[in-house]
């Protein structure tokens, strides 16, 4: 299971902290990723993060601006995001790939809405 929490309404350049609360299954062991949806266009993989923490990777998008992290000991994923413009107003999620379906598998997302 996946809850994410932080989302909300922030000016241009602003900033905003995502949270991830992971239950369900040994969480150290996956990589995780955060993904994003704006309306009307496909869902995006914005960042992951390796299970140990020592490797991440972003999106083009979002590189140099948001930071991925994760606490195995409290089971947490975290999305710092920094400068931020308004086409990042989106759905964010958290989620990770099934290894064993290969799909995608995510929480229900918290909304990013970046507006002057």
């Known amino acids: 299971q996946f809850v994410e929490s932080g989302g909300g309404s922030v000016q241009p350049g602003g900033s905003l902290k995502l949270s991830c609360a992971v239950s369900?299954?040994?969480?150290?062991?996956?990589?995780m990723r955060w993904y994003r949806q704006a309306p009307g266009k496909e869902r995006e993989r914005i960042a992951q993060?390796?299970?140990?923490?020592?490797?991440?990777e972003y999106a083009d998008s979002v590189k140099g601006r948001f930071t991925i992290s994760r606490d195995n000991a409290k089971n947490t994923l975290s999305l710092d995001m920094y400068s931020l413009k308004p086409e990042d107003t989106a759905v964010y999620y958290c989620?990770?790939?099934?290894?064993?379906?290969?799909?995608?598998?995510r929480g229900r997302g918290t909304q990013v809405t970046v507006s002057s």
């Open positions: 989620g990770m790939k099934d290894p064993s379906t290969s799909r995608t598998v």
């Open positions: 369900g299954f040994d969480f150290d062991t996956y990589p």
């Open positions: 993060i390796s299970p140990t923490g020592d490797t991440t």
